[in-house]
């Protein structure tokens, strides 16, 4: 089946540490996206990328790294820059046809102490 | 800098009614895209229904259509025969042009109550 896996579900880090989130579509989509969750903030755009080697900053990005070295993958590192880094993070990723169809990963909680 | 707003953070209906979610945006741009997007207690996000902002006529997806006045910078989501399956949070969410970038509203939480 054709979709967008985030692994692991939960994943738990010391303060201090930097942690990789894994994102991964068989959609063959172009574009990829990670946002960050909090409770009553809805969902803020972390980075984006359009098409392979190339990524944008979205609205949030500081303490934040990505690459996409492949179509298929789009990791998220959360820096120790990252000042409040505990949250539920979402993958998604689009084809360019069809505008705004972005199709969502399951996510990862985040927790760090 | 365009803005999505939902003023109703919760809500709850009775199975089987018709419920109406509120969502009003902030534009100067002329095209553009708006959604509604639901996200169940499993956390999967899933586009629900989409409006071009060029096409008059109201968007339906089965028991889901919408209320589009774009002098009024108004979306709403209407939900007919409502279902406990329907209870999400759910986002509306503004694209400007062909920009990938989407915004989100703070959300919507639906009971449905058998």
């Known amino acids: 089946d054709g979709g967008i896996t985030q692994s692991p579900k939960y994943l738990f880090r010391k303060e201090g540490q930097n942690v990789t989130l894994s994102c991964e579509q068989n959609?063959?989509?172009?574009?990829m996206y990670w946002y960050r969750q909090d409770p009553g903030q809805g969902l803020r755009l972390i980075y984006y990328?359009?098409?392979?080697?190339?990524?944008q900053k979205g609205d949030i990005a500081e303490g934040y790294s990505v690459s996409r070295e492949k179509k298929e993958s789009f990791p998220l590192t959360v820096t120790s820059a990252q000042k409040n880094p505990t949250a539920f993070y979402l993958c998604a990723s689009s084809i360019s046809r069809k505008v705004g169809e972005q199709y969502f990963g399951p996510g990862t909680r985040l927790t760090v102490t | 800098a365009q803005t999505v707003t939902q003023s109703q953070p919760e809500m709850s209906v009775q199975e089987a009614e018709t419920v109406t979610l509120s969502c009003t945006y902030d534009?100067?741009?002329?095209?553009?895209?708006l959604f509604w997007y639901k996200q169940p207690p499993s956390r999967q996000m899933i586009l629900v229904i989409r409006?071009?902002?060029?096409?008059?006529q109201n968007a339906t997806e089965n028991r889901f259509s919408v209320n589009f006045q774009k002098a009024a910078k108004s979306f709403s989501l209407k939900i007919s025969d409502s279902q406990l399956g329907d209870t999400a949070m759910y986002f509306c969410?503004?694209?400007?042009?062909?920009?990938?970038?989407?915004?989100f509203g703070k959300g919507t939480r639906l009971h449905i109550l058998p």
């Open positions: 409006q071009e902002a060029y096409k008059q």
């Open positions: 990328s359009q098409i392979v080697n190339d990524f």
């Open positions: 534009t100067s741009e002329n095209n553009y895209y």
């Open positions: 959609l063959n989509h172009d574009a």
């Open positions: 969410a503004f694209m400007k042009g062909r920009d990938d970038k989407i915004i």
